[in-house]
């Protein structure tokens, strides 16, 4: 069946530093893939996605590659801030599109 | 716009009562779903309508939850008798076209049940 793993946190980072979470999945077919974000006190909200292999999903700085050599879709930052503190989920979309699985989540803290 | 509005925001509640949770999705959106987030783990679907049919109950535990969307516009979900296991975050989504690969869910901001 589908399914995500994500690296368990949390992880704590000073601010400028590289960010990088891993993400794998296990899916039929060719699934869409996602990070979420949840900043405190906030609900979930999408941070990027990407729809096919090869595909790069972008937003305010962080990016993730679709790779399905490798069943990965890895999220990184160049240089995260204090705002960037933040619970970070990965997800799939399965290939009829009704079936969204969810990581457990990765709790970043972006220390001054 | 306005965003995906759930109701109440905070439950408290002792196991074998009854509890409802109300969800109004943004507007023109067909696809609405509810999740079950767990205290450290990621959300989990609970049922996805597409305008007021279902899609996907499959991970609904329908011995005591059910759920309707009667006009294809807000929807309920109810928890009847409540479990100790069943407190959660409840997340309502919703997503403009019909559940396709691709699509953004935009979600709540939820309800956090407390049973005691």
């Known amino acids: 069946g589908n399914s995500v793993t994500q690296m368990e946190g949390p992880v704590t980072l000073s601010e400028e530093a590289f960010l990088t979470i891993n993400c794998t999945y296990t899916?039929?077919?060719?699934?869409?893939l996602f990070w979420y974000v949840q900043y405190p006190g906030e609900g979930l909200q999408l941070l990027l996605k990407?729809?096919?292999?090869?595909d790069k999903g972008s937003n305010k700085g962080f990016e993730a590659t679709y790779r399905k050599e490798t069943t990965s879709f890895h999220l990184e930052k160049g240089s995260v801030q204090v705002s960037d503190s933040a619970v970070y989920f990965c997800?799939?979309?399965?290939?009829?599109?009704?079936?969204?699985?969810f990581g457990t989540g990765t709790s970043l803290t972006v220390i001054p | 716009e306005a965003g995906v509005a759930q109701s109440p925001r905070y439950k408290i509640i002792e196991k074998r009562q009854s509890v409802a949770f109300w969800c109004n999705p943004i507007?023109?959106?067909?696809?609405l779903y509810w999740y079950q987030q767990i205290l450290g783990q990621g959300p989990k679907l609970l049922i996805q309508?597409?305008?007021?049919?279902?899609?996907?109950d499959s991970q609904l535990p329908k011995d005591r939850f059910s759920a309707e969307r009667l006009k294809g516009v807000d929807s309920t979900l109810k928890i009847q008798p409540a479990k100790l296991e069943d407190s959660a975050v409840y997340l309502c989504?919703?997503?403009?076209?019909?559940?396709?690969?691709?699509?953004?869910?935009?979600f709540g901001p939820g309800t956090r049940l407390t049973v005691l």
């Open positions: 989504a919703s997503s403009f076209l019909a559940g396709g690969l691709t699509d953004t869910q935009y």
């Open positions: 899916a039929t077919g060719y699934p869409s």
């Open positions: 990407a729809t096919k292999a090869d």
């Open positions: 997800a799939l979309s399965g290939r009829t599109g009704n079936q969204f699985y």
């Open positions: 507007s023109g959106h067909a696809t």
């Open positions: 309508f597409q305008n007021n049919g279902v899609v996907d």
